[in-house]
């Protein structure tokens, strides 16, 4: 399974929307390495200066930048989702 990566805060709803569809695939809460940037203010900066957004979740696979709960929901529903997450 490739490396999960989310940039996200305690209270955001799309977040949560991505943790369940990672569950709906097999993949557990703690096997997604989570940066909480409202603890970590410092975080935030490093995750819009690689990604260019300011908005949570910010989520990779690998090392793929898929973006927020959207993209992923997209990839989901174009079938990508499932190579992505296998590596």
Avoid: N, W
Avoid at 34 to 63: C, H, L, N, Y
């Amino acid at each position: 399974m490739a490396r999960i990566l989310m940039y996200s805060t305690h209270v955001c709803p799309y977040c949560v929307r991505a943790e369940r569809l990672f569950a709906k695939k097999g993949i557990a809460a703690d096997q997604i390495e989570k940066i909480r940037v409202d603890d970590q203010p410092e975080q935030r900066a490093e995750m819009m200066r690689i990604t260019g957004q300011r908005s949570v979740p910010q989520i990779f696979i690998g090392d793929r930048h898929v973006g927020g709960f959207d993209e992923l929901a997209e990839l989901e529903a174009d079938g990508e989702l499932d190579g992505l997450l296998r590596g």
